[in-house]
């Protein structure tokens, strides 16, 4: 049974910081790459920000510089540093865990976490 859990969303005003964590619970299998990915009200998911096992990243035009996406392969851990938060910032975001199992690579997501900066 595959199971991320999120942590760390909540309110900040525009120009503040907030860190999103994500933990997988994963049993024997292993993951590749894991991912931050945010869906506005009314707007489709979008990708945020990825790392792959081997710790190389890619973001989005609009968070580069500000957010920093990490991972500790040992706890099957990810995190998202957000910095210079934007109103436009404003989502629900989630986790993303591309899981390698008997049945071969397999997408999983987590239930979400709300970030909301104010202006």
């Known amino acids: 049974q595959v199971q991320l859990v999120e942590f760390g969303g909540g309110l900040v005003q525009a120009g503040g910081s907030l860190r999103l964590s994500c933990a997988a619970s994963?049993?024997?299998?292993?993951?590749?790459?894991m991912g931050w990915y945010r869906q506005a009200p009314g707007k489709q998911r979008e990708l945020v920000a990825t790392?792959?096992?081997?710790?190389?990243?890619n973001y989005i035009g609009s968070v580069k510089g500000r957010f920093t996406i990490s991972r500790d392969n040992a706890k099957n851990t990810v995190w998202l540093q957000m910095s210079s938060l934007k109103p436009e910032d404003t989502a629900v975001y989630f986790c993303?865990?591309?899981?390698?199992?008997?049945?071969?690579?397999?997408?999983?997501w987590g239930q979400g976490t709300q970030v909301t900066v104010s202006s």
């Open positions: 993303n865990a591309d899981v390698v199992s008997i049945g071969g690579l397999r997408k999983y």
């Open positions: 790392i792959s096992w081997g710790g190389e990243t």
């Open positions: 994963i049993g024997i299998f292993s993951i590749n790459d």
